[in-house]
Structure formats: C-alpha cells, structure tokens
C-alpha cells in the first residue's frame, strides 16, 4: 500500500467539459512507480516501474489549451501499458517534467542505461533453462 508521503504528484482525468473532474481516473508519481487507480464500482490499480518508460511525449490540441489541459504518451516495456495515453488533466506539462526527472533519477539509482532496457526484453527466459 502506498502512502500518502510516497506520492510526490497526482492528477485526475478530467472530461473534457471545462475541464471538470467528474472522472473516476487518478495519476500518481511516487519515487518508483506510475499509479494508474480507475473506477467507481469496480476499482483497479495498475502501475509502471519508473525504470521502464522510456519516453513520455506531450500534445495539447486547442480545446485543450482553452481549458489548461494536456495529453501525455507514455510508452514503456510495460507488459499491461506499452503505451499508456493520459488524456486530459491539469498541469500536464508539469506532470511530464516530474515523471522525466523521476524516471531518471530511478534509472540512475539502478544504474541503467537505455540500451540495458531494449537487450534485457528481448531475451527469453524459457530458453536458458
């Protein structure tokens, strides 16, 4: 269970209608890990190890920015999330900016290098037994 000081940024999913809250969809950042928490009768959290994301991009389309929204790509070596979109929150770019210092202040402290992610996913397991 993660704590409440663990997590360092949270945003929600926002519709698209002024940019209201009304969605059951929440983001957050810890030191280690993305969160994905979502739904109302039926919740699920999914996450993404911070080492793993290789690249966030950010898009904003007009109505987006009238309304100080952003959209934000992630894609990793997730198994479930090989890219994740996350569509309309607030404070997007600062979301980004977080989640890119804190994926690589993670790789850093697991001494990892991009070329270390792409050769450990493609070796299979099963054949070294």
Same mark, same amino acid.
Not at 24 to 52: A, D, H, Q, V
Not at 89 to 109: A, M, T
């Given at each position: %269970?993660?704590? &409440?000081?663990?997590?360092? %940024? ?6 698209? #209608? #002024? ?19 979502? *739904? #109302? ?8 190890? %911070?080492?793993? !994301?290789?690249? =966030? ?6 109505? &987006?920015? %009238?309304?100080?929204? *952003? ?17 309309? !929150? ?12 804190? =994926?690589?202040?993670?790789? &850093?402290?697991?001494?990892?290098? &991009? ?15």
């Amino acid at each position: %269970m993660i704590t &409440q000081e663990e997590i360092l %940024m949270t945003e929600r999913k926002r519709l698209g #209608f #002024f940019g209201l809250p009304w969605t059951f969809t929440k983001y957050s950042i810890t030191p280690k890990k993305l969160i994905i928490e979502s *739904g #109302f009768f039926t919740s699920s959290e999914n996450e993404i190890l %911070m080492y793993r !994301i290789t690249d =966030v991009s950010y898009t904003r389309t007009l109505f &987006q920015k %009238m309304f100080g929204l *952003g959209t934000l790509t992630i894609y990793s070596h997730d198994k479930t999330n090989p890219s994740l979109i996350i569509k309309n !929150i607030k404070n997007s770019r600062d979301f980004k900016e977080k989640l890119s210092e804190i =994926v690589e202040k993670d790789r &850093q402290r697991m001494r990892m290098r &991009q070329t270390e992610l792409l050769e450990s996913d493609s070796i299979d397991y099963d054949d070294n037994f």
